[in-house]
């Protein structure tokens, strides 16, 4: 059964970067056929996917944030990473990672929140 954990500071500036870690137990980050993502759920609005890193290595972003997303992954420590710079207070949420099965997220983190504030 798959595992996924965020880890990062729960607290960031705004304007400063974002990074969030999320490690994976139970499956391979490289196993064919599966992508890895993160999502973000605002305290008033509903999931927002922010982007995937398959386990080719490619990644792929949601359009309006993609200018300041960067997923990245270590495969030697089955984790990837999410760095999203120059944050915003309207950007606190719960950030979450999860695994994708075709279109679909089917295996989720538990989340961790993320508060943008001086």
């Known amino acids: 059964q798959v595992q996924l954990l965020e880890s990062g500071p729960g607290l960031v500036k705004p304007s400063q970067t974002l990074s969030l870690t999320c490690t994976v137990s139970?499956?391979?980050?490289?196993?064919?056929?599966?992508?890895w993502g993160w999502i973000r759920q605002h305290p008033t609005k509903g999931l927002e996917w922010i982007g995937d890193?398959?386990?080719?290595?490619?990644?792929r972003y949601n359009s309006f944030l993609q200018a300041r997303t960067s997923i990245s992954r270590d495969t030697a420590k089955n984790q990837f990473t999410l760095q999203l710079i120059d944050v915003a207070p309207e950007e606190s949420a719960v950030y979450i990672c999860?695994?994708?099965?075709?279109?679909?997220?089917?295996?989720w983190g538990q989340g961790t929140q993320v508060t943008i504030s001086s």
């Open positions: 999860a695994r994708r099965t075709g279109t679909y997220f089917t295996d």
């Open positions: 139970g499956d391979s980050i490289t196993s064919s056929g599966f992508a």
């Open positions: 890193i398959f386990s080719t290595g490619n990644t």
